[in-house]
């Protein structure tokens, strides 16, 4: 699926630092991901770090939220040594200092699409590596003035500190959980479990314990407010197995589908057959991608098939896609030793040990 800068979240969100001529301006993936991304680029700390009133980061929070999110600000302020400080509220100017200079980097990436020709990305480090490059080149039209402020900046830590939130969250009977507003699913096995999640920008890193369990794409909420769904079908497949009409009124259905070659062929199924009928065959096909790990290739077929007019045959794509006759391997059982010899066996090396010959 191709990948636009709207799709991705925001023009900076990779993490990059900026000389503007008149200081840095840094451009995070989120409060501390991002920052430390920038601070580890240029080499040093500044002895401040301004940020504006931070209103749309805690427009949601709950107070206690709200507290964690600032002392957490505040840890990571101190670990590189700067001070914490924020514009004044109703002072224009310092309000445009920085949304000036994000306005200039925003044109700038604007004109680095059209010059590239498309605003599609196969994925989103591709984009993040685009906005990087864009820049570094800006900065290194300013080389000398960042020689200059490098100088006095601080020296940074030994390492970096931690750049996610922890949360803990109870996968539910559905096989997934919740987190801001954003369903995950997890393996049925996981059912009951309190997992921790570290909560990055772009990804969801679950423990149960201190056991690493995988790694899932960070969702984002719809922009109308609604829930978002991040879904593998490779983890539920087995309750739609059960239960195929549940497919018909999932929620999250359309994000189910790993390919749009699937949510075509449910349509068309849809189209011509019963509701049942339809539903049954789906799941089917999503079952034999799951099985026998052929998901782009079936999708292919199925591809071929729907651009014929004709409606995938389960039968004969399950003899394409299965087990072949060369692969059931042929056993040959071979005649087992009476277990009687094995007392002879230990009455011979009782008698070696003793010095007796058999």
């Given at each position: 699926m191709a990948l636009s800068p709207?799709?991705?979240g925001a023009f900076a969100r990779p993490g990059v630092a900026l000389w503007t001529g008149r200081g840095w301006r840094v451009r995070p993936a989120c409060a501390a991901e991002g920052l430390q991304n920038a601070l580890w680029t240029l080499g040093g700390a500044p002895k401040e770090?301004?940020?504006?009133?931070?209103?749309?980061a805690f427009r949601n929070l709950d107070e206690s939220a709200k507290e964690d999110q600032t002392r957490r600000y505040e840890v990571l302020c101190n670990h590189y040594g700067m001070t914490p400080s924020r514009n004044n509220r109703?002072?224009?100017h310092e309000n445009g200092s920085v949304e000036s200079s994000h306005g200039h980097l925003r044109r700038a990436i604007e004109d680095a699409l059209i010059l590239r020709g498309s605003t599609d990305f196969t994925e989103l480090t591709a984009y993040r590596r685009f906005v990087g490059e864009t820049v570094s080149r800006r900065n290194a039209r300013n080389g000398k003035q960042i020689t200059i402020e490098r100088a006095v900046l601080k020296p940074l830590p030994v390492d970096r500190t931690t750049d996610y939130e922890e949360i803990s969250v109870n996968v539910t009977s559905s096989g997934g959980f919740s987190l801001r507003k954003v369903f995950y699913t997890v393996p049925s096995r996981l059912i009951g479990h309190r997992l921790c999640v570290h909560l990055y920008d772009d990804r969801l890193d679950l423990f149960v314990g201190g056991t690493s369990l995988m790694t899932l794409p960070r969702g984002r909420p719809k922009p109308d407010g609604g829930r978002g769904h991040v879904v593998d079908y490779h983890h539920v497949i087995h309750s739609l197995k059960r239960k195929p009409m549940a497919l018909l009124n999932l929620v999250y259905r359309e994000q189910l589908f790993p390919r749009q070659a699937y949510a075509r062929t449910f349509e068309c199924l849809l189209s011509r057959l019963t509701p049942r009928a339809a539903c049954k065959t789906m799941v089917k096909l999503?079952?034999?991608a799951h099985d026998?790990?052929?998901?782009a290739e079936l999708a292919e077929r199925l591809t071929s098939d729907l651009d014929q007019g004709h409606l995938p045959d389960i039968t004969a794509l399950s003899a394409l896609f299965g087990p072949g006759d060369e692969a059931v391997p042929v056993v040959s059982v071979v005649v087992i030793t009476h277990l009687a010899a094995y007392d002879d066996l230990g009455?011979?090396?009782?008698?070696q040990d003793m010095g007796v010959a058999p």
């Open positions: 709207a799709q991705s770090h301004r940020t504006d009133s931070l209103s749309a109703g002072i224009a999503l079952a034999l026998r790990a052929c998901e009455t011979i090396r009782a008698q």
